[in-house]
């Protein structure tokens, strides 16, 4: 019974990460997608935590597969890997207060990160600290953009798990440490 209940735990959170990957693809406005959000989510519910950090880069790669490479990816994959290392940190404790914290801290931490990228791979900013402050300020609403789509992801993918432990008693499941899933 328990192999069977990780079975169907595993399926329903490979499935979501499935349909955050392609919720990508689908037009939307800019830098609103579900990425950052399922990296926070990953590092939340997944216990091994390369799997938890995979499952966003595995769904940001097979959107890029599609959509395209280009050189800003380093800094795009390492922020939203740093959004996976906080989603650790609710790991034992999934309040509001703690999801919106982590949600707000995420976005602003990829937003620091990816326009540091900009920043220093383009030349469309001057290589001083005035330089990168104006590539700061010129994300701006994009960084707005993001925070409101990313609040929208993390409620739907950690209200939806909360809503879906309590219709599948399976998802209730606390593996153990060893486990691929959480």
């Known amino acids: 019974m328990l192999s069977r209940d990780r079975s169907v735990r595993f399926a329903v959170l490979t499935g979501i990460v499935l349909l955050a990957a392609a919720a990508r693809l689908v037009p939307h406005p800019p830098n609103v997608t579900p990425l950052a959000a399922l990296a926070l989510f990953g590092g939340a519910h997944f216990a091994n935590r390369w799997v938890s950090l995979g499952v966003s880069l595995v769904a940001l790669l097979l959107g890029d597969l599609v959509i395209g490479f280009h050189s800003l990816m380093p800094f795009v994959y390492g922020g939203f890997a740093a959004i996976g290392l906080l989603g650790f940190g609710l790991r034992t404790g ?36 005035s330089g990168l402050w104006a590539c700061y300020v010129a994300g701006l609403p994009y960084l707005a953009n993001s925070l409101a789509g990313n609040a929208a992801y993390v409620g739907v993918l950690f209200g939806g798990v909360a809503l879906l432990k309590r219709l599948v008693p399976a998802l209730r499941l606390d593996p153990a440490p060893t486990s691929a899933y959480q």
């Open 94 to 129: 999934r309040s509001v207060g703690r999801v919106a914290g982590a949600t707000v801290a995420g976005t602003l931490l990829f937003f620091l990160v990816t326009n540091f990228g900009m920043w220093w791979l383009f030349d469309t900013y001057p290589p001083t600290i």
